[in-house]
């Protein structure tokens, strides 16, 4: 992703704002010569401003698509903030929600820190994706084309999955209750929070539906056979419809009138409008057509004046008369426009197809500035200050500012080119010694897992291995025969049970710990597995959990649990310390933590999921120091800290395991996956013996040993 001052937008402008006061530009009058203007942007200096970002959490910016959002946008000709590249084109519209941009492309949602253009995480999604997100109540809902996902807004992660072959539109969110539509004419509403199904309504069989709007009761659904229906929630009765000769109709709701969009999309002649609906009785009030017959979309209303953008007509303003309209003003210059505009203030932002953006004066229709970028670009979002878009392919999401607003934005570095490396790759340091299948173990780790409810091992001070497997049982084996010395646990909710075992620790004084994340606690054995007690319980007090998933200690035989993205330190003495991060922590960073490990010299290392360099906390009072590792760490890293003070870290995406030395430069690379894997499917992260050797897990083989081949510490 590249800052604003390594990109040069062209950016066309109207000489002075003073344009406002103007009146109308004469039809085919000319339009503004271009402007190149480059980006000069550096960090804020200490003490900047906030930079506050008002929620867009829906395309069309609101629950009734009126497209008017709080903004500001930039009204003086604006510059690149950031630029962040897709893996593949853009397909989502963007939306933003708690500072975070989310977007993506056919098979992906990402999430954008708005104030700083990094990835704060990425999500693959089953099916293919258009339209955009909704969102409410921190949850994200993702409509692809066989599966609807609730996804958390601050981490990415799947809170529920409901299969389901839906239209791919944006979730209309009401309520707590998303309403979708189907490819065979049904219509659903499903619980946010759980992605139950509380209602629906079947239509007509064979026809895709799209729950476009929800007000006042109703839902407002549009079908590809060209009409607007509307049903009741309360009873599912039906009640009127309004025609159009198209495959399409985009409803918003201003007032008491319905303002639908009809776009041509297949059709094989000129027949696109835009009509106004009274909405207690579906009477057409008026309907406007563009002289080409091309598709008009409307946006919102601005002080009685309905703001329409055409693919071959350029802008319009329609004063809404009642029963009929006046063309108040007319901008025949703007290029092809396919998507909807955004109004924030007295500003109207377009985004053209292959021409850039466009800022106009909503009273007048002139235009403030345009840029000159190509590609085909998608709905515009407007928020803190800053103009964001997708575009693509290639996919890119680009975000705009005025130049004093971007100079108060925190933007990340200039990443280094993305080209080829002349860095060596690091050689493989494990060389497999034997192995002692899942026989002689006797724990069950199944196929590499996709998530943190997988095996899990750790060397206790007696010198035996410690794990705790995908079955929930805790196995103690012998690391030179590979048996099972003994084991206890299992699936259940009473002590010494498990529902979603994540991790395991062993203490100091050889009592060992492991994280119950669906019991809300940490639970103490000695041992033999004798149960002794159990840290926390549910809540979020001090010392309280929602659903603990990593656990382990510090030199000085401090105790610290993650939960729900936040690290708790419990000292010695068993007091809670301190509690930092969470998944709603102001510190995006925070967010997106995934696991964690201490160094030797107490420094807490948290890995965020999406990959990137870890953070660095001090352990007194839990305060961000720096930064560890270099930025190309994968997602979903799980480090392990060994007795030399090296740091072992398998990684998801693609499969690897890496060691680095305790400053965090890597030393050997074990490729899992890929071109150059030839390694078994070594899972978890590997401990180290106290024999030197590391220790792994691996389906086939069980319980690998492998030889360490690195230069002394």
């Avoid at 059709?267 to 008009?296: C, L, M, N, Y």
């Avoid at 979603?500 to 492991?514: K, M, R, T």
Wanted: some cysteine; glycine content about 12%.
């Amino acid at each position: 992703m590249s800052p604003a001052s390594t990109r040069s937008r062209a950016i066309v402008a109207v000489t002075t704002l003073l344009l406002v006061a103007c009146g109308p530009a004469a039809p085919g009058s000319p339009g503004p010569s271009p402007v190149s203007t480059r980006s000069q942007t550096g960090r804020p200096a200490s003490g900047s401003a906030e930079i506050d970002f008002a929620d867009v959490p829906f395309m069309r910016g609101n629950a009734s698509r009126t497209t008017e959002v709080p903004g500001p946008g930039p009204v003086a000709p604006p510059v690149v903030a950031w630029d962040v590249p897709l893996d593949d084109e853009a397909t989502l519209n963007p939306i933003i929600v708690d500072g975070l941009v989310l977007t993506g492309g056919p098979n992906t949602v990402v999430a954008i820190d708005a104030r700083t253009g990094t990835v704060a995480w990425s999500r693959p999604i089953e099916g293919r994706l258009e339209g955009a997100l909704g969102s409410a109540a921190g949850i994200a809902v993702a409509a692809s084309s066989n599966l609807v996902t609730g996804l958390d807004v601050a981490t990415g992660s799947i809170r529920w999955s409901i299969s389901m072959e839906t239209s791919m539109q944006r979730p209309e969110i009401v309520d707590g209750v998303a309403y979708l539509g189907t490819t065979d004419g049904l219509l659903a509403g499903l619980d946010i929070a759980t992605g139950d199904i509380v209602w629906s309504w079947q239509g007509p069989s064979g026809v895709t539906l799209r729950a476009d709007l929800v007000a006042n009761g109703i839902v407002y659904a549009s079908s590809t056979d060209g009409r607007l229906l509307t049903v009741s929630i309360a009873d599912k009765t039906e009640g009127w419809s309004f025609e159009a000769p198209t495959i399409r109709i985009n409803p918003s709701l201003e007032g008491d009138t319905i303002f639908a969009s009809s776009a041509v999309g297949g059709a094989d002649h000129s027949i696109a409008q835009v009509a106004a609906i009274d909405a207690a009785t579906g009477k057409v009030r008026w309907r406007f057509a563009p002289p080409s017959g091309e598709q008009a979309i409307h946006g919102a209303l601005h002080n009685g004046i309905l703001i329409v953008t055409t693919r071959g007509d350029g802008a319009f303003g329609l004063r809404d008369a009642g029963a009929s309209y006046e063309i108040a003003w007319h901008n025949p210059d703007l290029p092809l426009i396919d998507w909807t505009s955004v109004l924030a203030g007295d500003v109207i932002y377009v985004a053209s197809r292959d021409e850039g953006e466009y800022a106009l004066d909503a009273a007048t229709g002139r235009t403030l500035w345009h840029t000159d970028d190509e590609g085909n670009v998608r709905a515009p979002l407007v928020s803190g200050g800053l103009l964001i878009v997708s575009r693509g392919p290639p996919g890119h999401v680009i975000a705009y500012g005025e130049p004093s607003r971007v100079a108060e934005l925190p933007l990340a570095s200039p990443t280094a080119s993305t080209g080829p490396s002349d860095e060596p790759v690091a050689p493989n340091p494990l060389t497999i010694v034997r192995s002692f299948d899942p026989a002689t173990t006797q724990v069950n780790v199944g196929e590499r897992p996709l998530g943190p409810e997988g095996t899990q091992e750790v060397f206790g001070p007696d010198g035996n291995l410690y794990v705790i497997d995908i079955d929930a049982v805790i196995s103690v084996l012998d690391p030179e025969t590979g048996t099972r010395i003994r084991s206890w646990g299992g699936p259940g909710r009473g002590d010494g049970f498990f529902d979603g075992a994540h991790d395991i620790a062993v203490g100091p004084d050889g009592l060992v710990y492991a994280a119950d994340a669906g019991n809300h606690r940490i639970q103490v054995f000695d041992a033999s597995g004798k149960y002794i007690r159990q840290i926390g319980s549910f809540g979020t007090a001090r010392g309280q959990f929602s659903a603990p998933t990593n656990v382990t200690f510090g030199p000085d035989g401090s105790l610290y649990v993650m939960d729900d993205q936040a690290i708790t330190r419990f000292g010695p003495g068993g007091d809670v310390d301190w509690r930092v991060g969470g998944s709603t922590d102001r510190d995006l960073r925070f967010r997106t933590a995934y696991d964690m490990a201490v160094l030797p010299d107490g420094r807490i290392l948290v890995a965020p999921d999406p990959g990137g360099s870890f953070l660095v906390l001090e352990p007194a009072r839990g305060d961000v120091v720096g930064t560890w590792g270099p930025d190309d760490i994968g997602p979903s890293a799980e480090p392990a800290v060994a007795p030399d003070g090296r740091v072992w870290m398998f990684q998801y995406a693609p499969g690897r395991i890496d060691v680095f030395d305790a400053a965090g430069t890597r030393l050997g690379t074990v490729a899992l996956e890929g071109p150059d894997a030839g390694f078994p499917q070594l899972y978890p992260t590997p401990v180290i013996g106290p024999n030197g050797h590391a220790y792994s897990f691996d389906a086939t083989l069980g319980l690998v040993e492998m030889e360490v081949r690195l230069p002394p510490p």
